[in-house]
């Protein structure tokens, strides 16, 4: 069974300050991977894809980039946080008309 | 925006009751999806219906799809405290799956 391990698990940062979150995922080979973010109370938006290492498609603008330096790995970036990043930002592995798989969340600050 | 309605809509129901959760969708699917998403957790799947497909069943859930509303719903039969959750619906598009507002669902021991 494929296993998502999301870090960290949570994060306090200024505004302004520059963001790194990661994903790595366990148990599946060449996984489809996605970013989504929650606002607290609201729904979950797609903010990108990829479905292979190196490639990475944009669903939304919110001032952040996605990069997969590895098959099993997905990460989220940003040099300046903006209040409006403040959320629930989830990592998931899967096929979108199927199944998707999340990971645990990183609950995310901004200040 | 993929869907009709955008308010999140909240329920309180007691243990044992019979719910039902609906959502409607804008643009085509060939597929709806269901997913609970407890507090401070990760969405997890409950249920998938096709087009072609009128209904659905696992355990104590039952799906529907009526593609010619483009409505779904999802029910949820003999309740307990454990089902409080967030209830989304989801449709594809292109690699991209849409999440309706969701349903807060609060059952009462």
């Known amino acids: 069974a494929q296993t998502i391990h999301q870090w960290p698990v949570a994060e306090i940062k200024a505004v302004g300050s520059p963001l790194s979150l990661g994903c790595t995922i366990k148990g599946k080979s060449s996984p489809n991977l996605y970013w989504y973010w929650q606002a607290t109370g609201g729904t979950l938006q797609q903010l990108f894809y990829?479905?292979?290492?190196?490639?990475v498609e944009s669903v939304v603008q919110l001032n952040l980039s996605a990069s997969r330096p590895k098959d099993d790995q997905f990460i989220l970036s940003t040099e300046k946080l903006l209040l409006s990043h403040s959320g629930f930002y989830l990592c998931a592995s899967g096929t979108g008309d199927e199944r998707l798989f999340f990971g645990h969340g990183t609950k995310l600050s901004v200040l | 925006s993929q869907w009709g309605e955008e308010n999140l809509q909240a329920l309180s129901i007691q243990e044992g009751e019979d719910v039902t959760m609906n959502c409607s969708y804008k643009?085509?699917?060939?597929?709806v999806q269901w997913y609970r998403q407890k507090s401070g957790k990760g969405p997890a799947q409950l249920i998938l219906?096709?087009?072609?497909?009128r209904e659905k069943r696992s355990g104590r859930l039952r799906a529907t799809l009526d593609t010619s509303s483009q409505s779904s719903s999802l029910s949820i039969t003999g309740t307990l405290a454990t089902d409080t959750a967030v209830y989304f619906c989801a449709t594809t598009n292109y690699n991209v799956l849409y999440f309706g507002s969701g349903t807060k669902l609060t059952v009462e021991p």
């Open positions: 643009t085509y699917t060939t597929v």
């Open positions: 990829s479905i292979t290492v190196g490639q």
């Open positions: 219906i096709r087009s072609n497909e």
